[in-house]
């Protein structure tokens, strides 16, 4: 286990989830139901789920397409979700 890898990724991940939309729904979920070891543990399990298709995914395409290509189309595809959010078409 390459342990510099593991930790980019727990230090990007935790400070880009901060305040996300993941996040303000776990705090009114758990503020709606009062049960917040239940909700931790859905939305833990729903996020392990998320991960584990985005790194098996992610496997996939970078043994099709050139992970240059593919950092190219995420920022691409990040741009393009932005001004879709200026513009409030979400």
């Given amino acids: 286990m390459d342990w510099k890898i593991l930790l980019?990724?727990?230090?990007?991940?935790?400070?880009?989830?901060?305040g996300d939309k993941t996040q303000l729904a776990v705090i009114c979920m758990t503020a709606k139901t009062r049960q917040p070891l239940t909700v931790f543990i859905g939305a833990a399990l729903a996020l392990v789920v998320v991960t584990l298709l985005g790194a098996v995914f992610g496997e996939l395409l970078a043994s099709v397409i050139p992970t240059q290509i593919l950092r190219k189309i995420a920022a691409g595809l990040f741009v393009v979700m932005g001004v879709l959010i200026w513009f409030d078409v979400f």
């Avoid at 980019?8 to 901060?18: C, H, K, N, P, Y």
């Fill in 8 to 18: 980019s990724t727990l230090g990007l991940l935790f400070v880009a989830e901060l």
